[in-house]
């Protein structure tokens, strides 16, 4: 899948597992640790696909604590190896996933004292002699301390305080001595590093003397002034010691908490050995255990005063005072580092897998995380929920077996990594810490550290490790484990790249079904700091630690509490912000709101509660939406509040963006941060009144949403906004079910008793560009400039009086259709009928007698397979559609095929060539495309709505750059089916998107990254239902439920065809998407290996621009991923624009509309019509036919002379066009044809002699492009109006 590095290729055989020698390195002593992810040596939000690299040096990885397990020739299998090869076999169903997770922690684990660590130990050492010979100072005032450090540094930065900074007058003294203790800790010292690829960090502890401090510097913010000012000296003094030659220093944030700033320290690019190493090193300050009073910092206790925030503001009673949780919470954890990290080598003592297993979860959190990862230019701040709090559930899994704790989900210190991992994985996909709280022991009532908050009690009872994390954090967690939780259960053999490597698990622009872009301007949204200063709503703030982390809880809790019923999950990533602004409240700082939609997203009312039942709650429902709020009665007989957002009619395109209409109005009402100008809709907006908060307020910041921008490339110049209402697949099908009844009247007077109508048209599947037009056939007003037909196959019930004859079964075809046409011309004289027989210069029986197929294309399949029989085109009456009606006859295909088998018994090859590709070709037109027609209706009616947005943006994507159509590079159905392919991969570690953004963006990735040459690409139309979560199951049946889709043995089926091919090496590059129904990808063919890496590179341009458009928040530069360079062709035939008949479906966001394409209808006074009449007013948008011929059915000139293009050059030159009224065709020479030939009378092409050269004994010749080129202007005479030659 997308970004998987070389670990699957070096599994490609199991041998690799016995032919690997594992050296035994001892334990490296185990020192203190810090609490935060980053200590642990993981950096959250860093790709593991990055950092594969062979050539890296080797580090200490799996089985460095084993001894060597090569065997000697002739030597037994021990009993131990065949254990864990059953375990694998029962616990992975397969051994594959275990050796790829081994060679992952052999690639990724870091320990200290290996060969690759050495110059890091030794720097390590270096800084641990700098600190403890660090000179102390006296103590001085808060602005004395502040003054000797800005002289110390030159000015080139001050003392890191924390929000509030210090008065000036504070009684407080500060000094700085020697770190007590200096120890290496975190995962580093456990053994439980991993390398990603922004590499690692490595964390030293030191210990502040307790002399520094006094008993009450736990109150407010006194502790973490002194901590700050220690940060800074230390920073200073590294400065001038030897250090500096080999690091930069610099401040940072532990776990972006403002109270701990901490020194960092970066190797210089000079200093290669370490820089390769691509680590960082950490200097953490701490306090002994007894330094400070731990019982006063309880969660329950107040630690800041109103008055120190605020002068003259009254505290009252100290225990009436609101709690400070996370304040204790960043206090006594600086107190018990060296307690937790004890707690853990102890674990790791009890557990020999323990420190494998802790590696795993971190891996997978940093592949899961959007921490620290970029939006197009701007970065994501580091989430709290880190490795170390996944380490220490881990811990507390492990414990609370052997100790006989808390009842549920328990691991053995028996079990190996990859049980642990799972184990883990299992319990945090169905726990809530927010519900179900947890304690390592018993010694502590929890009631204090919940209330109603998260919470995971550390083994001394004395911290909420969870403290400070969103709760949105926590349901993002637990999502995704309930992801990879079923991957493990039910797609073991194959879900390795979903749990480790997917780079989509962390996008965040791709794994969210809606991304909103937030300016908020943090001056007006959060209190004053100056002047009179509210108290009460600075302490919540301060609360949080950081000021940015303060409005982003703002905007999750309104958002959260208001959407609750249509979303399972909405986060709010901060924008990073640099270290100097820490504490500033900047004026625009974006926020980027993802959300993840439930099955009710697209509901057109929220329902409230009641008045009279719950006062309380309809008070709250009416301050979260205002005027929107309004009182109804529903058909229960209930009376409730409720939001409505719009109604019946309203199309599924416009229901899928109700979410996001919601975002942007509580988002303008509650913060006065206004929405892009089409997110809201008009009834949206009058019903918009301000919050109380709010009333006075300027506009302090801006929402962007992108969805409804990229949508616009969805439609056309024909259909404008008010028109999609009513223009939709929904009209479409309602028609063509009229047309079904209204034939299937016609039974008693045809000859045979009508079986089925089967629809095979993109338009009524959902996934046409855009929705059939319908045209008025009323005054005259019936014609267009192309009309599409929707291809309908009409089937009869059996008979056995069907000739035996080729061309007597076609003629009898076309008498069932002449006959077809007059009953219904009889029964609806409203209606135009017409019977066509389009050969193009061709009768039936061409090619099947000669064995030469005219119109055959270059990829060896046949265009316009409908035009190669007779029809009858019906241009219905209600609904304004034209239907083209071809009859399916069941014996032609017995028949074809039988005359085959005679011709190849007969031996004559062309004939039963020909008749072959005539049966193939029947078999697509009749069989292949009503089942594939079936498959996409399905997915797109039943399971998954977004899917036909996703196939309609799909495919304008690739008519843009010129690569949709059989005849020029990937068919129709190719596209749907990638399209299909997002929607009903299980295993691909992210659920079915629910909107049409995230499911192009999501197509584009697996276009830019697939390796088709390696892996099977399927599609199991099966699964379809399995990403649509099922509301009543409970957490732990959702991991455990069967899943819907292909069986083991089917998969199978279709995995052996596929290496069955690799084998021969008939697999190249080229994108080859297969079903069950298709597993030789012989229905639609392959796209070759020049339009696959094509594609590749214009979906990373595209994903490119994308994740520009949503970091900056602007669409400006949303029209390039939808055009395509023109400079890499070799020539570009510009077309005249008189001559495109489909020139109308182009999209309105790249072509103004000029004079010549006003409606050609009079105005129309809708209030005065009857209904029926007022429903085909707004069919304005109707022109003549180009060329004066009036009812032109499927008449497009420009594809003609492409599909003779390609019939004449084939094998020369490569065409190019937008099949959707583009004006430019343009042509790529082949360069294998380009060389010089020997000369021949059986040439393909206009050749020239080369003067003076020969190819053998033979003159060489070589194409004459020139001439070329002006044969092909001569074929084109009336449709091309210029050639530009670029070579």
């Not at 925030?309 to 009436?320: H, I, K, P, Q, T």
């Not at 908050?453 to 967690?477: F, I």
């Not at 959707?1220 to 021949?1240: Q, T, V």
Request: proline fraction near 5%; glycine fraction near 4%; hydrophobic fraction near 40%.
């Amino acid at each position: 899948m997308a970004g998987r590095s070389a670990i699957k290729r070096k599994h490609a055989s199991t041998e690799l597992a016995t032919q690997k020698k594992h050296s035994r390195k001892s334990e490296h002593e185990a020192v203190e640790h810090s609490d935060s992810d980053e200590s642990m040596g993981v950096s959250d939000g860093e790709d593991m696909s990055d950092h594969m690299d062979e050539d890296e040096p080797k580090l200490a990885g799996e089985n460095s604590t084993a001894k060597s397990t090569e065997r000697r020739p002739g030597q037994t299998v021990t009993n131990a190896e065949i254990m864990a090869l059953n375990e694998a076999s029962l616990l992975f169903k397969t051994n594959l996933f275990k050796l790829q997770v081994d060679e992952l922690l052999n690639e990724t684990m870091v320990t200290s004292g290996s060969k690759a660590t050495r110059d890091l130990d030794a720097a390590l050492k270096q800084i641990r002699d700098v600190l403890v010979a660090m000179e102390s100072t006296k103590e001085m005032s808060v602005e004395a301390a502040v003054n000797h450090v800005r002289k110390l540094s030159k000015s080139k930065f001050s003392v890191p305080f924390p929000d509030p900074a210090p008065p000036a007058d504070l009684p407080i003294k500060m000094a700085f001595d020697a770190p007590e203790v200096v120890n290496i800790v975190g995962s580093y010292a456990l053994g439980m590093a991993v390398r990603t690829g922004q590499g690692f960090s490595v964390d030293m502890m030191a210990q502040m003397p307790a002399s520094l401090f006094q008993e009450r510097d736990h109150l407010n913010f006194r502790y973490f002034y002194k901590r700050a000012f220690f940060v800074a000296m230390v920073r200073v003094l590294l400065q001038k010691s030897a250090v500096q030659d080999a690091f930069d220093v610099d401040f940072d944030l532990l776990r972006s908490d403002t109270r701990l700033p901490i020194v960092v320290l970066r190797p210089k690019p000079d200093m290669r050995r370490l820089a390769k190493l691509n680590c960082s090193i950490r200097i953490i300050p701490t306090i002994a255990p007894d330094t400070l009073p731990l019982k006063r910092l309880a969660p329950g206790r107040n630690h800041v005063r109103f008055s120190f925030l605020a002068r003259g503001a009254s505290d009252g009673e100290v225990d009436e005072l609101p709690p400070t949780p996370q304040y204790n919470a960043a206090l006594v954890s600086d107190a018990l580092l060296t307690t937790h990290i004890t707690y853990l080598h102890e674990t790791k003592d009890l557990c020999a897998e323990f420190a494998r297993a802790a590696a795993l979860l971190r891996i997978w959190h940093s592949q899961h995380s959007s921490s620290g990862r970029s939006v197009g230019s701007q970065h994501l701040m580091r989430s709290r929920m880190n490795g170390f709090i996944l380490t220490m559930v881990l811990a507390w899994l492990v414990r609370s077996a052997n100790s006989g704790g808390v009842s549920g989900a328990r691991l053995s210190t028996a079990m190996t990594a990859h049980q642990l991992f799972k184990g883990t994985i299992e319990f945090l996909a169905i726990h809530d810490f927010a519900s179900l709280p947890a304690q390592f022991s018993n010694s502590v009532d929890i009631v204090e550290f919940a209330q109603g908050r998260a919470a995971l009690v550390d083994p001394t009872a004395s911290v909420n490790l969870l403290a400070g994390v969103a709760p949105w954090e926590l349901t993002e967690l637990r999502m995704q484990a309930q992801r990879t939780a079923r991957d493990l259960n039910h797609h073991s053999a194959s879900c390795f790249d979903s749990v480790f490597l997917s780079t989509a698990l962390s996008d965040v622009v791709s794994k969210y079904d809606h991304i909103l872009r937030v300016e908020v301007d943090l001056e007006v949204l959060l209190t004053t700091r100056v002047g009179d200063i509210d108290a009460q709503k600075r302490f919540y703030e301060l609360e949080h630690g950081h000021p940015i982390i303060a409005a982003q809880s703002r905007i999750s809790k309104v958002l959260n509490s208001a959407l609750a019923h249509y979303t399972r999950l909405i986060s709010v990533h901060a924008a990073s912000s640099i270290f100097d602004n820490r504490t500033k409240l900047t004026r625009r700082h974006v926020f980027f709101i993802g959300v993840v939609a439930n099955s009710e997203s697209r509901r057109l009312v929220d329902l409230g509660p009641s008045p009279d039942a719950e006062p309380q709650e309809a008070a709250r429902f009416r301050a979260l939406w205002g005027r929107k709020a309004e009182l109804r009665r529903f058909r229960d007989g209930s009376i409730r509040l409720a939001t409505v957002w719009g109604t019946n009619k309203m199309p599924q395109e416009k229901r899928a963006f109700i979410v996001p209409r919601m975002m942007a109005f509580l988002l303008q009402r509650h913060f006065a941060i206004y929405a892009q100008p089409d997110i809201l809709l008009p009834e949206d907006k009058s019903a918009l009144d301000m919050s109380p908060q709010m009333e006075s307020a300027d506009p302090m910041g801006a929402v962007f949403e992108l969805g409804q921008s990229i949508n616009e490339f969805a439609s056309t110049r024909d259909l404008s906004a008010s028109d999609t209402d009513r223009v939709t697949f929904e009209a479409a099908l309602i028609g063509f079910d009229g047309l079904q009844k209204e034939i299937k009247g016609l039974e008693d007077k045809l000859p045979l008793r009508v079986l089925a109508l089967h629809p095979v048209a993109p338009g009524l599947r959902y996934s046409s560009l855009a929705p059939p037009k319908p045209l008025s056939v009323e005054h005259g007003n019936g014609d267009d400039a192309y009309i599409e037909p929707l291809h309908v196959l009409l089937e009869f019930t059996s008979s056995t009086k069907w000739p035996d004859d080729i061309a007597a079964l076609h003629k009898v075809k076309t008498a069932f259709l002449l006959r077809v046409a007059e009953c219904y011309r009889e029964a609806h004289p409203a209606a135009q009928v017409d019977v066509c027989n389009r050969f193009f210069g061709y009768s039936a029986a061409d090619g099947l007698l000669t064995g030469i197929s005219p119109t055959q294309l270059a990829s060896g399949m046949d265009d316009f397979d409908y035009e190669r029989d007779s029809f009858v085109d019906i241009r219905h009456a209600q609904s304004g559609l034209t239907f083209r009606i071809s009859l399916l006859c069941s014996p032609e295909g017995a028949l074809l095929e039988r005359k085959v088998q005679e011709m190849k018994r007969a031996k004559l090859t062309p004939q039963a060539d020909a008749l072959e590709s005539a049966y193939r070709r029947w078999t697509r037109t009749n069989q292949w495309r009503a089942m594939h027609h079936r498959q996409i209706l399905d997915l797109c009616q039943r399971h998954h709505p977004a899917a036909s947005l996703t196939i309609r943006l799909l495919k304008r994507w690739l008519s843009r750059h010129m690569l949709l159509g059989q005849s020029v590079g990937v068919p129709e159905e190719v596209a749907e089916l990638i399209a299909a392919r997002i929607f009903t991969d299980s295993w691909n570690g992210l659920a079915a998107p629910k909107s049409g953004l995230t499911g192009f963006i999501r197509c584009l990735q697996l276009l830019a990254d697939w390796r088709w040459k390696e892996d099977l690409c399927v599609v199991d139309f099966a699964a379809a239902s399995n990403g649509i979560e099922d509301q009543q199951q409970t957490r732990k049946e959702r991991i455990w439920a069967p899943t819907e889709g292909l069986a083991a043995n089917e998969y199978a089926v279709v995995q052996a065809k596929f290496d069955e091919r690799a084998k021969t090496s008939r697999i190249k590059d080229e994108l080859r998407i297969v079903t069950l129904e298709n597993p030789d990808a012989e229905w639609w063919g392959t796209v070759s290996v020049v339009l696959t890496r094509r594609l590749r590179s214009l979906a990373k341009a595209a994903l490119s621009v994308i994740h520009t458009s949503v970091g900056v928040g602007s669409d400006t530069d949303l029209p390039q991923v939808f055009t395509t360079p023109m400079s890499d062709y070799s020539f570009v035939l510009k077309l005249d624009k008189s001559v495109v008949c489909r020139q109308f479906d182009q999209p309105p966001s790249l072509v103004q509309p000029t004079h010549a394409e006003k409606p050609e209808t009079k105005e129309i006074f809708k209030n005065l019509l009857p209904d029926m009449q007022q429903a085909q007013a707004f069919r304005v948008k109707q022109h003549s036919n180009l060329f004066g011929q009036p009812n032109m059915v499927g008449f497009d000139p420009v594809s003609l002379f492409v599909r003779d293009l390609v019939n004449v050059y084939r094998d020369s030159i490569l065409f190019f066009y937008d099949m959707y009224g583009g004006r430019h065709i343009a042509g790529l020479w082949n360069p294998a044809f380009m060389k010089n030939s020997p000369f021949a009378a059986t040439l393909d092409a206009n050749m020239m002699p080369v003067p003076d050269e020969k190819v053998g004994s033979k003159p060489a010749v070589v194409v004459n492009k020139q001439a070329v080129i002006e044969e092909i202007i001569r074929l084109g005479e009336g449709l091309v109006e210029d050639c530009v030659v670029q070579e």
